[in-house]
């Protein structure tokens, strides 16, 4: 029976293994996916040697000397569990299908050793899963896919079993042949330099020694890769084959006097084409290589560069180093993920998936917004009511004084002035002109019937205009407000959007019912019924009366005492009772002019009064009932309304796409994975 593999013993330390312990469970929770974890990178050019290399590090006994080369990344984790067991799967390549990814993720391999002929059958059936050739397999043109971005991953456990990743990636190659494309040469490339771009990857760079190191194409892809060369470590294999006489060109590469890198050189000798034909073993091997390097030139070396051993040894001290430098960076990293997470999260909303959670979110929204309406209604504003959009009631105050002094400067056809004769003349001859045209059975100088209705619809035609055009105004700020308030009280921009279409329509019945309102109040107003029961109308006509007469008299009292050629005390003597009573005979008009004068007190006193009662009744029934209310606009997303919707509206209004839905979800699943890895990795905080 062949062997066992998994000869890594190299690589133990206490310390390390806690490391990798913490590490390896980091692994497990698919945390990988989200952050670079520390592990070792096999990459070089075609028939470099890295299977042999591989094979020498690992144990596991790669197909080497064979006409297929590797075709895919292989990804080897190993695992410290108490039973010896292999686990092999496949990684789907992240652009698969969905036919392919659950082709993919079907594939499964549990052995309970790895043999090198259990291994070359796994190989095969994943080369054949993959849709790649198997070894063996005559290649021709046109016969398919060469190289694959899926994953082989060789899950290694058992109680001894070290703990560290490492992935050998295709060889890389410079020209397309018959078997490989341009196309294979640039997936080729970009997975490599996918992995080694990756910070907390170790770089192998294999070169071959047949062959100048400068011209092979890892070294130029790992300088990019790491500038400072502070993860790359260089290997030199196949000296044994170089032609006599070219041996110091490879001695001066190992002493790093060609490409100098930071970690310098090693060199191997691996297991030659006829060893492997004969069967050497692993032990074999390393007797071999050790006589080897007891030879000329190559014992010039120093002793802690060449061999498998001091390579064990270099990538040991190297692992544990960069391990202990990424450590903390790893745990930071975390946390900055989590925390990224979570602001997504928050981000999309809590969930609204269903009926429940959408009428939960909608209460919570409406919540919100009336808590902080109500305040903006009754003018008690905080720190959230720092934006003039959202100070309602000192908005609307502004507005219903403005429509105030505009009913009071513009709202009638001619001015009341008893000042300026000239409007006193202009308004009583319009009066008289009514009042003319409009006679009829009545006695002289009594005022027909309607005439008073008509002069007061006309003196207040203008009200219409002016308190329609109000209306809209305010109409237009309390939507503003609820857009301003709504957009930031919701979770997201849909949500708001949905909202502000849901409640749009009522807005615009609101406005009708405010419209309607003022026309009722209108039509009350400037209709036949002339009402008030105001208790100062009456003593304001009496005031205007009485001091329209004083200023006749004393008119005529003036006239009467500038005709009299006397002094003083003869002036007071001769302004007797006879004479005032000349004086108001004097003052007494005609029936049409005392009728003209009398309605224009009684329509001057009324319009006062109805002027005042139409500005409250605009502001009271019409802007405070239909808008700032309950049951007006302001106040019309509510629990109440929330309560009240559909299924149908609730999905309508708060239902998430299958796309916020499914990215959630994702989010969701990454962030419990990532808290899982965090908690394990501050555990596990050296």
């Known amino acids: 029976m062949p062997p066992k593999v998994g000869n890594t013993a190299g690589f133990e330390s206490a310390e390390l293994v806690r490391l990798f312990e913490t590490i390896d469970k980091l692994r497990e929770c698919g945390v990988s996916e989200d952050i670079s974890l520390p592990q070792l990178v096999v990459a070089g050019d075609q028939s470099s040697g890295k299977s ?70 796994i190989l095969a059936d994943a080369s054949k899963a993959m849709g790649l050739p198997i070894q063996g397999e005559e290649l021709t043109a046109g016969s398919g896919a060469r190289f694959s971005d899926d994953i ?136 071999n290589e050790k006589a080897f390097f007891a030879t000329a030139p190559w014992n010039t070396l120093e002793k802690s560069r060449v061999g498998i051993p001091a390579l064990e040894r270099r990538l040991r001290q190297l692992l544990y180093d960069h391990i202990r430098r990424e450590y903390p960076l790893l745990v930071k990293e975390l946390e900055l993920k989590v925390q990224d997470l979570r602001a997504q999260i928050e981000e999309l909303g809590p969930p609204r998936e269903n009926a429940e959670q959408q009428r939960s979110v909608l209460i919570e929204a409406a919540n919100l917004f009336q808590n902080t309406a109500r305040d903006s209604i009754l003018g008690r504003y905080g720190p959230e009511h720092e934006s003039d959009e959202l100070r309602l009631r000192t908005t609307i105050r502004k507005m219903n004084d403005m429509f105030a002094q505009k009913i009071k400067t513009q709202g009638h056809l001619h001015e009341f002035s008893t000042q300026d004769e000239e409007k006193t003349k202009l308004i009583h001859d319009w009066i008289l002109d009514v009042y003319s045209r409009s006679r009829g059975l ?86 036949d019924c002339m009402l008030t029961y105001d208790d100062t109308f009456l003593l304001k006509l009496d005031e205007i009366r009485k001091t329209r007469l004083m200023e006749e008299a004393k008119s005529q009292k003036g006239d009467v005492l500038a005709n009299a050629n006397c002094g003083e005390e003869e002036q007071k003597e001769a302004f007797s009772l006879q004479k005032f009573l000349s004086a108001i005979e004097a003052c007494t008009k005609s029936r049409s002019e005392q009728s003209v004068i009398e309605t224009f007190e009684y329509l001057r006193s009324y319009y006062i009064g109805a002027r005042t009662r139409f500005i409250d009744c605009v502001a009271m029934q019409v802007i405070e009932r239909h808008f700032l209310s309950a049951g007006g606009s302001v106040q019309m997303f509510s629990p109440a309304l929330v309560g009240k919707m559909t299924p149908e509206e609730l999905r309508r209004i708060a239902g998430e796409d299958m796309g916020v839905i499914s990215k959630r979800g994702m989010l969701a699943e990454k962030l419990g994975r990532l808290e899982n890895a965090r908690a394990i990795a501050n555990s596990g905080y050296v």
């Open 152 to 287: 082989l991953k060789i899950e290694l456990c058992g109680p001894n079993k070290p703990h560290f990743s490492v992935v050998d990636v295709p060889g890389l190659f410079e020209n397309a042949t018959t078997f490989q494309t341009t196309e294979d040469v640039k997936l080729v490339e970009n997975m490599v330099v996918r992995y080694l771009n990756e910070p907390r990857t170790i770089i192998l760079a294999v070169a071959t020694s047949l062959h100048e190191a400068a011209n092979q194409k890892v070294f130029s892809l790992a300088e990019k890769a790491d500038p400072k060369g502070l993860r790359t470590v260089g290997l030199l294999t196949k000296p044994d084959a170089v032609q006599i006489g070219d041996e110091q060109t490879v001695i001066d590469v190992a002493r790093n006097r060609v490409i100098n890198l930071t970690h310098g050189w090693y060199v191997v000798r691996n297991r030659s084409t006829d060893e492997v034909r004969k069967g050497v073993t692993a032990e074999g091997r390393l007797k």
């Open 442 to 527: 009545e006695l002289d100088g009594m005022i027909p019937a309607g005439v008073f209705q008509t002069l007061f619809r006309k003196q207040s035609e203008g009200w219409e205009a002016i308190a329609k055009d109000h209306v809209i105004m305010v109409n237009q700020s309390v939507n503003e407000f609820i857009r301003t308030l709504l957009q930031e009280k919701c979770a997201d921009e849909s949500l708001y959007s949905s909202i502000a279409g849901y409640l749009g329509p009522r807005f615009s019945k609101t406005l009708d019912n405010a419209m309607e309102e003022l026309s009722k109040i209108l039509q009350c107003e400037r209709g």
């Open 52 to 121: 042999s290399v591989l094979e020498a590090l690992t144990g596991i006994p790669f197909p080497v000397a064979s006409k297929l080369c590797t075709r895919y990344a292989t990804q080897i984790n190993f695992r410290r569990t108490p039973h010896e067991y292999v686990n092999v799967s496949i990684t789907p390549s992240p652009d698969s299908d969905s036919s392919r990814l659950d082709s993919m993720r079907a594939f499964h391999r549990h052995v309970p050793n790895l043999t090198e002929e259990i291994f070359s059958d």
